[in-house]
Nanobody
Framework: VQLQASGGGLVQAGHSLRLSCSVS????????VGWFRQAPGKAREFVAA????????YYKDSVKGRFTISRDNAKNTAYLQMNNLKPEDTAIYYC??????????????????WGQGTLVTVSS
């Protein structure tokens, strides 16, 4: 399975970006999708996840109401819409797919395949 993350860039605070995660090699519908990020000098952290059916989503508290995760299984692509970006959102964003149990959906070790990351920089 290969994942390709894209859509990162440099934006001013308050603006928006949409990240995409294109999956090849397997059908996306077989997996839950997670987005994680790693800021400079910090550990990678959970941002958002969506279940295989697309019916349930989960978010890091600090992005709730600003970020929206979605998926289009027909296109084998997942998305992370990020609105009202803040400088503290600056990080490399990674998409990942896996089959985590619900209680562990925020844990990166539960995801089997990872994209290469896309850099998001938010200026103040």
């Amino acid at each position: 399975v290969q994942l390709q993350a894209s859509g990162g860039g440099l934006v001013q605070a308050g603006h928006s970006l949409r990240l995409s995660c294109s999956v090849s090699g397997r059908t996306l519908s077989q997996y839950d999708v997670g987005w994680f990020r790693q800021a400079p000098g910090k550990a990678r952290e959970f941002v958002a996840a969506i279940r295989r059916s697309g019916g349930s989503t989960y978010y890091k508290d600090s992005v709730k109401g600003r970020f929206t995760i979605s998926r289009d299984n027909a296109k084998n692509t997942a998305y992370l819409q990020m609105n009202n970006l803040k400088p503290e959102d600056t990080a490399i964003y990674y998409c990942a797919v896996g089959t985590p149990i619900l209680s562990a959906i925020r844990q990166e070790q539960m995801y089997h395949y990872w994209g290469q990351g896309t850099l998001v920089t938010v200026s103040s």
